[in-house]
């Protein structure tokens, strides 16, 4: 009787297994209503059911057609154990639909049950874990409104700490991270096993912040066009979540149609409320100002301070004007292609820019409560100073979660759900390595230690301001923010802390446990890359900058000389570098031999047509023939410019070829040598291709004088090219020559964990 069964099983799997594969899933829907059976059947290697084939293939329908059958042949837990039937990997299907971010499978599968948003897969991974993971905020909200907040928390979180707040940062899905900020504003303290909160994960983030990014000029001119308004807290109903998850009903070809229709929608908006706001916050300030006051209304209550003299500091239709502006720059965008590619990107990275802050002060806002303990070292509450003198800054908990321990002090935790019930006697035997577990908790860096590494300025400034004994901090290898900033090459940092009015003996003089002042380190070459700029010997020129710039912010004498090893910073400087000016030794040497070729060869052309005179010189005075000509004086003062640049070029690649390479002369001799000649020979060439012209135009200009200049056009392409092709490290050359702070870098800083 068994094998029978279970013969009449496999062939239900096999037979769902094809239908599915094939997408005839009316069969499935209608096998599924005939035969409870096919509601366990599991058609896939990986442990997968129909149900959730059909989430994986996106069948909305199909997917309410199985759930209503599940619910109709079944009762009470029942129904809960199909639903919550795992995979191999412990995905249920309300997993899938999560991670799809899909909404409307979402809500159908997690109304039935809405436990199944709290199971658990073998990551420990809920549902709604897992929409916060692949950034669907739309799928978050509809399973956080489904479940509640009360059983929400409890789902937030995996068994090694990491909250849905982590990833959302992680991912950079900030959007969703502010959401999850107001639904569930405790776990903004809440810390992983590793003792990283939130703040250490957008530290790490250098490029979602505008300090971190790198724009050209024409994305500049671009981003300041685009306006992007900042998250608001969102309390959407399902019924709205499922509206905006419809596809629009037009075309994408149709897009700028609409957003041009939209802006003029706007436009008029704009004009109606401004103006009728205008009028009420005028007649309000006359009944309340009768004998005028020194103030000025503008737009939708604001008011506009006057100046010390009577001057009105904005106009009365400021708000207007901004908003017009506003308009027409998006206007401008759908002109120009509002959905091109760089465009998009362009406003994504605003995007980004302006929400990180959102974030990074809602993050702040909530962790002002704490106190950082004597030393900086991590924030914590005084209510932990008992009997002994030991500080926690952390607490560990079963399943290796971590917290804040101030939080722990007034807050309950949510205690965690292990993925499988064997692993709690593994977690209850691990207790004895906690101590260890805490010591390297205690020595992670802080988030302002980490954002000095990234050069994140904007977190930087923003934890001084609110927490100004944080500039104190430091790490495992007794660096502070300076220390750190240095090491790191941030001068955005570094330039942030002079500037601000700090203890600079007490913060600037620090040294590290290896005795290593932020002179030493600014004198050490780590393993990266640490400039944006490229070629050696420019890597060597900004790393003396760096070192002069370091050593001039202070007074002279001021960091210490020797450090534990008995090695002043200039020993450092040279020890680490010796292999950097090798290479930018021979990066100058390639160069200039293949420039000088060049040169040398404009030099010979340019002689020699300079002694050549186009038509001749007439018998009797002497004279040039053609020196009336206009096209003659172009010829002769452009092979005189030709010749003087090109031997003016080869002599500085000579001096360059034979030049020590010493590492004083990468500071100003070598690239200043550099420059000069690439300047020359871009000069020589350009005289040279007019020069030609000049001259071959005589020939020319009687039967094909229309046709000669696309004709010295192609001529001139070849030559043209390796111009072109050298330009990239002539501007490099102009930055690096006149810029006296080097530019930062933007490398990332890995971070202790993500």
Known sequence: MDSASSLEMETIKKELFNMAMRGEWEKVVRMYKEDHRAHHAKITRSGDTALHVAVSDCQEEVVQELVRHIVSKHSGDQVRSVLDIQNDRGNTALHFAASLGNVRMCKCISEVKPSLVGSRNKDGETPL????????????LCLHFICGPDLGASYCRKDDGQTVLHCAIAGEYFDLAFQIIQLYRELVNFVDEHGLSPLHILACKPFAFKSGSNLGPWHKIVYHC?????LKPETPSLRNLLEDEKKPNYPENYKSCVNVFQLLKNAFQVVSTVRDDAQKMSKKADEENPEGANVTLASKGQLLILGAQGHQLFPSNYTACF????????????????????????????????W???????????????????????????????DDDETKPYETFKGGEATFASYTM????????PSDPAKTGQQDNDKGKNGKGMYEIEKRETAILLAAKNGVTEVVEKILELFPVAIHDMNAEEKNIVLLAVEHRQPHVYKLLLKRNILKDSVFQQVDDKGNSALH???????????????????????????EFVKRSVQ??????????HKTAKDIFTETHTELVKAGGEWLTNTSESCSVVAALIATVAFATSTTVPGGNNEESGKPTLEEKPAFEVFAISSLIALCFSVTSVVMFLAILTSRYQEKDFSKDLPRKLLVGLTSLFVSIASMLISFCAGHFFVLQDKLQYAA??????????????????FPLYFDLIWTNFKKVPQRSYKVAVSPVY
């Open 226 to 230: 685009t306006f992007v308004d900042e």
């Open 410 to 417: 007034d807050r309950p935790i949510p205690p965690p759900i």
């Open 356 to 386: 990180s802050v959102q974030i990074m002060n809602e993050l702040l806002k909530t962790a002002s409560m704490y106190e950082y303990e004597n030393t900086g070292a991590s924030p914590q509450a005084a209510l932990l100073h008992k």
């Open 129 to 140: 874990f897992l929409a916060a993971l692949r950034g669907k905020k739309d799928a978050f």
């Open 521 to 547: 380190l600014a004198a050490m070459l780590g393993g990266y890359k640490p400039w944006l700029i490229p070629g050696a010997a420019l890597q060597m020129q900004w790393e003396i900058k760096w070192y």
């Open 323 to 354: 908003n017009f502006v506003k308009i027409l720059c998006k206007a401008l965008l759908v002109v120009l292609g509002f959905g091109s590619r760089m465009i998009i990107r362009v406003r994504e990275k605003k995007e980004k820019h302006i």
């Open 556 to 565: 002279p004498n001021f960091f210490v000389r020797y450090n534990n090893d």
């Open 709 to 726: 200049f696309p004709v010295y056009a192609v001529t001139c392409l070849p030559i043209s090219f390796f111009a072109l092709a050298q």
